[in-house]
């Protein structure tokens, strides 16, 4: 197989060119091999690191936690439970934003419902994102030190 161009690997991947220099500075993607004029060389392994990557990153996998899943994916004779751990480590996560999402729908949901109409000076919408900034503002308030 012809190296692929960093442009080529990035439309392969569906992965910006920008995110895959990223990735190679923080070390998820290995340093590329270079052409005599300093252009960077790809091949499948790469394509196959850097879609790893993305579909991770989709499923909300922080990037400490792909750096550990692509680390053990390099012993595959290894048990699986260290995997196991990350992925529940990371539904965790999921579940805690879902009930923050739901959280923030049921109070959308009740600014909405007490809503009448009428002028924005008597919007219940607006006066309830004004309350909460208020609220916002007395909780820094009481978290400032003496």
Do not use: W
Not at 64 to 87: E, F, G, M, N, Y
Not at 95 to 103: F, G, S, V
């Amino acid at each position: 197989m012809k190296p692929l161009t960093i442009g080529r690997l990035s439309r392969a991947a569906n992965v910006k060119v920008t995110t895959i220099r990223y990735y190679e500075t923080i070390g998820l993607m290995g340093t590329p091999d270079r052409s005599a004029s300093g252009q960077r060389l790809y091949g499948m392994v790469d394509v196959e690191r850097l879609s790893f990557i993305r579909h991770a990153r989709e499923l909300g996998f922080s990037i400490d936690a792909i750096k550990d899943l692509i680390r053990l994916q390099t012993a595959p004779d290894q048990d699986c439970s260290a995997v196991d751990s990350i992925a529940q480590q990371q539904l965790v996560e999921v579940q805690k934003r879902l009930a923050q999402l739901e959280a923030l729908e049921r109070e959308l949901k009740r600014m909405i419902e007490n809503c009448r109409g009428g002028e924005i000076d008597g919007c219940q919408v607006m006066a309830a994102i004004n309350n909460h900034a208020e609220c916002e503002s007395e909780k820094h308030e009481r978290l400032k030190p003496l």
